[in-house]
């Protein structure tokens, strides 16, 4: 039931900064996580960093000293404060949202994904 619009993705030097943005609409159930996915060209999708609806966040050790999840839960957005970006960041990255309180009746919606590239 859930729509996601990304937004915040482009081309940034290495060490500089970025925000991407994400907007979960159409769901009228629970929303209990959200969180960013990337993948490299040739390269499994990974998890990026997630934050739940009570505020737990989890992050990829590669990421988790440089980057920074928020969310808005009235609004139902998310943000990935993305600092001090290295060249291995170069990816499509996704909007991932969990609905449901338990793994039983979890459902994973995806974003179509936005571009983010680092010059080195």
């Known amino acids: 039931q859930a729509q996601l619009a990304e937004s915040g993705g482009g081309l940034v030097q290495a060490g500089g900064s970025l925000r991407l943005s994400c907007a979960a609409s159409?769901?009228?159930?629970?929303?209990?996580?959200m969180g960013w996915y990337r993948q490299a060209p040739g390269k499994q999708r990974e998890l990026v960093a997630t934050?739940?609806?009570?505020?737990?966040?989890n992050y990829a050790d590669s990421i988790k000293d440089r980057f920074t999840i928020s969310r808005d839960n009235t609004k139902n957005t998310v943000d990935l404060r993305m600092n001090r970006l290295k060249s291995e960041d170069t990816a499509v990255y996704y909007c991932?949202?969990?609905?449901?309180?338990?793994?039983?009746?979890?459902?994973?919606?995806w974003g179509q994904g936005t571009q983010v590239t680092v010059s080195s």
């Open positions: 159409g769901s009228s159930v629970t929303i209990y996580r």
């Open positions: 991932n949202v969990r609905t449901g309180l338990t793994p039983i009746n979890w459902r994973e919606y």
């Open positions: 934050i739940t609806s009570g505020g737990s966040t």
